[in-house]
């Protein structure tokens, strides 16, 4: 299933490509909270959804360009959460920081997670406890997480964090690199980088499918009061994640 679901990602990454480089064919409006949409978000979406459909039928979806009621959901055990195109503010700025996020949920777990980068032709995939690359020659590898004297850190590059510069004087040496979309968790996952932490409010289907590779090889996802960051969707009171920090153990 993991290969047709990567699969199903890069399907989705070349429909976006076709928009990114026919930018008179976007259409740009803006959701309540002031971020932007796309007619591409609409359309991957739809790509996602009748390919996950096809593949496991009897499976619920979460997406975010699709309305769902938290309360018609919150039974569910197992289910599939996507973001059609994390990083859209990247996707507009033409940064290439943009990616396609699938992941699967288990009882509040995401137990996989594919990240396809289609601008980089880079595909991360993982599977319970084990992660992989995929580069655009078509190389695959096994990843893990890797420890650092001098950590890289992985902020936001179009999120304001204000608790941010109050935790950074907190750690004496470290690297600071900005990236956009799930693409911070996969450096961590790679071992490029050490420490992602976030303050700011993110969305289930912004961190699972990093989340579940960036644990698949090694790392962990902590909310800032030391709990796992948790999908279940029993015990929400929306699809807001609490503050969380993602890094090597």
Known sequence: MLE????LARCAGNCIMKFYYSPELINISYKSDNTPVTNVDCAVNDIIKKGLILITPDIPIIS????CNLTS???????????????????LKK??????????????VPILGVVYAPFFDILYSSFY???WKENHSGLKKSIKVYQSEIPLLIT????VDEELDNYLKGIKHYKLKKLGSSLKFCLIAEGTAQVY????????????AGHAIVVAAGGQVKTWTGKNLNYSLSSRASFINPGFCASVL
């Open 73 to 91: 959901c919150q039974h569910w055990e197992n289910y599939w959460l996507i973001d059609p195109l994390d990083g859209t503010k990247e996707f």
């Open 4 to 7: 047709k679901i990567c699969n």
């Open 129 to 131: 406890q084990n992660a």
């Open 95 to 108: 940064n290439g920081e943009f990616t396609v996020n699938i992941s699967l949920i288990k009882n509040g």
């Open 64 to 67: 975010e360009e699709q309305s």
């Open 197 to 208: 932490p976030r303050f700011g409010n993110t969305h289930i289907w912004d961190t699972a």
């Open 156 to 159: 936001s590059r179009s999120h």
